[in-house]
């Protein structure tokens, strides 16, 4: 991926929506870009698991979890099926675990941090609506990048 987020900012100016400097990478790619794909849970992860076993096409799945630490929202499994399916990565405001296996997976995953406890599985939630969190709102269709030096959010068509 030949992107840096710094010189989309520069180039971009204040169009370019930096994520507040909250999330880690897990993940076995340090950067990942696409288009942005949400869901909106709360210590349950049955919608989180629904996206991913879709096709990616190159997307990046955004899941806004409230920022609850109580429960681990993505996983090792999970990850490994983001990578099978052709996402590019996961961004969670939540937690994560199996972060051995996560650093393993060919995708990007960036969290707030680790849990070992399992979420949920009521199947509640919302897919594809805006989400905010981070100091930003991420809506479906946006393109997100994600690098060593943070994360930030382009309109799809500043980004073309």
């Known amino acids: 991926m030949a992107f ?3 010189d989309l900012c520069d180039a971009h100016g204040r169009k370019a929506r930096v994520v507040e ?9 340090p950067r990942m870009s696409g288009p942005i794909s949400t869901v909106r849970v709360l210590e349950d992860n049955v919608l989180v698991r629904s996206a991913l076993e879709e096709p ?12 609850s630490l109580r429960t681990a929202l993505l996983g090792g499994n999970l990850a490994t ?19 051995v296996e996560l650093s393993a997976a060919k995708v990007g995953v960036r969290a707030l941090a680790s849990c070992p406890r399992k979420s949920e599985k009521r199947g509640e939630g919302s897919r594809d609506i805006p989400v905010t969190f981070g100091g930003i709102t991420f809506s479906p269709g946006e393109m997100l990048y994600a690098d060593e030096d943070g994360i930030i959010v382009l309109d799809a068509s500043a980004a073309g």
């Open 21 to 29: 400097p909250l999330f880690r990478e897990f993940g076995g790619a």
């Open 4 to 6: 840096a987020t710094a």
């Open 56 to 67: 990616g096409n190159g997307r990046v799945l955004v899941v806004d979890g409230g920022g």
């Open 81 to 99: 099926l983001a990578e099978k399916n052709g996402w590019a990565g996961v961004v969670v405001h939540g937690a994560v675990r199996d972060t």
